[in-house]
């Protein structure tokens, strides 16, 4: 082989040999944009209204166990009454929020009725009336579990007090003509609650929410019963409330939620670079 052919061979070589090495040091092409991720944290103000479905443990009072055979038709019960509050909040992160909340539950109706001997083989009874509405005022948290197109399922929880006012207890014997009465009563006690719900994101800054709570309330009392059951004989006996205990409640909430402040992106980790050589 001529000395120009060896020479062409070798330049040939060492070309395709650089071509490889430069291409060997070429840079993979960077990864597509992942979208950001926004964290919701800050204040939030809420409102929200709901309707009530009450129950509770039974009517007390002394004379109960004074009055021979002694029994309820109908242990009592409250109507539905709707409630609303407001509340200001705190979302920590993505699944974990505060907030405090102060509401007025409007007056629920109630109603029982029992039964009793006079002595003479007689059955008599005693139609109760009244009416019942609270203020309470909740510390609450929650879990926000995910969400899904928008919607976020949650739990949560909530501690505060409950005062429960008794207005306008009536007694009334239809058939031996006497009864009572007492005069509103106002009881406050401790409460807790449980929630369950939904929140709709309908833009960054508000969100609508439907949710259930478990309410537990404490015992209410009214002011102190006063009989004017003509059959009584005697000295009028001691004035002592009526007690409604362990009052509860069932309740379906609409809420809404404005955020006071935007989104803020969430922190993207971006791995370095590696070059190949």
Sequence with gaps: MSATRTFALAGAIATFATAAFAADLRLPPPPPPQPVATVDTGWYLRGYLGMSNQFFNGLDHPTFLNAPLFGWYDKGGFDSAPFGGVGIGYTANNWLRFDVTGEYRGKAGFHAL??????????????????????????????????????????????????IRIDHFRDLNLIAGGGGYAPSGTKTNFAWALHAGASYKVTSNFALDFSYRYLNLGSGESGLLQNFDPLASGAQPPFYPVTFNKIQSHDLML???????????????????????
């Design 255 to 277: 809420s809404v939620r404005w955020m006071l402040q935007a989104e803020q992106p969430a922190p993207v980790y971006a791995p370095p670079l590696i070059r190949k050589g």
């Design 114 to 163: 029992d039964h009793y001997d006079d002595g003479a083989g007689n059955t008599l009874t005693n139609n109760y009336t009244a009416s019942k509405s609270e203020w309470v005022g909740l510390v609450n948290a929650y879990i926000d579990l995910g969400t899904w197109w928008s919607i976020t399922p949650y739990v949560g929880a909530g501690v505060g007090v409950a005062s």
